[in-house]
């Protein structure tokens, strides 16, 4: 079957740095996005990787594994207003996403 | 950037109405829109898959006779929830992805919640 795994909660500290772990099992991939998600509102693109390596982009960085089958989203330089789930997502052989349950990012100040 | 809209973004209804929703690609041809269903604190369910002009594939638990869809242009999509209930009460998003370049990126759409009293 395909699967999906990533911590269901992190807690971080603001101004602190936070790693999100994703790990995947399909059937076929074509690429991994990283979505943000504030409560009550409809994700937003973060990231996108198909090929190994490190992808970065301001405070956020996304790093693929291929052979890993892992994936991990890096947020510096936190914020309050990082508070929200993220949603790591894997595009399998058909193209179709399957999505992970999500990790909810506390951030304390 | 890609926009898609949805309409309407709140809607409650009496059980055992219809509702019908709308997703519009407004600056990019999609020629396949998803629809998603999330509960709360819950990741998103996928509920069926849509290419213009063609009937929409269902996920498997998804009742096709229920939730309607028609995808009638490369722009447009709408989901019909037939005779509504509680349980139906849910945050539906839709998502859209073209072709462009060999971007599979899907846009999504501000979300519909719906309320069944």
């Known amino acids: 079957g395909q699967n999906i795994d990533q911590p269901t909660e992190m807690t971080a500290t603001e101004g602190a740095i936070v790693q999100i772990n994703c790990t995947y099992q399909?059937?076929?991939?074509?690429?991994l996005f990283w979505y943000q998600q504030h409560a009550g509102e409809a994700p937003t693109f973060l990231s996108y990787?198909?090929l190994d390596g490190l992808e970065e982009k301001g405070r956020f960085s996304s790093f693929l594994s291929r052979s890993k089958g892992y994936s991990y989203l890096l947020l510096k330089e936190l914020q309050m207003k990082d508070s929200a789930s993220y949603l790591c997502?894997?595009?399998?052989?058909?193209?179709?996403?399957?999505w992970g349950a999500g990790t909810k990012l506390i951030i304390k100040p | 950037g890609a926009v898609v809209s949805q309409h309407p973004s709140r809607v409650i209804c009496k059980s055992g109405t219809s509702v019908k929703i709308e997703c519009r690609s407004l600056?990019?041809?999609?020629?396949?829109m998803f629809w998603y269903r999330q509960f709360p604190k819950q990741s998103l369910m996928l509920m069926a898959t849509?290419?213009?002009?063609?009937?929409?594939?269902?996920e498997q638990g998804v009742e096709k006779d229920k939730f309607l869809i028609n995808h009638a242009s490369l722009t447009l999509s709408t989901l019909t929830v037939t005779s509504a209930h509680p349980e139906d009460s849910s945050f539906y998003i839709c998502?859209?992805?073209?072709?462009?370049?060999?971007?599979?990126?899907?846009?999504f759409g501000p979300g519909t919640r719906l309320t069944v009293t």
């Open positions: 997502a894997v595009t399998d052989s058909n193209y179709q996403l399957i």
């Open positions: 849509s290419n213009e002009g063609s009937k929409a594939t269902y």
């Open positions: 600056d990019f041809q999609a020629t396949t």
């Open positions: 990787n198909v």
């Open positions: 998502s859209a992805r073209g072709l462009r370049g060999g971007d599979y990126e899907q846009y």
């Open positions: 399909t059937s076929g991939f074509n690429g």
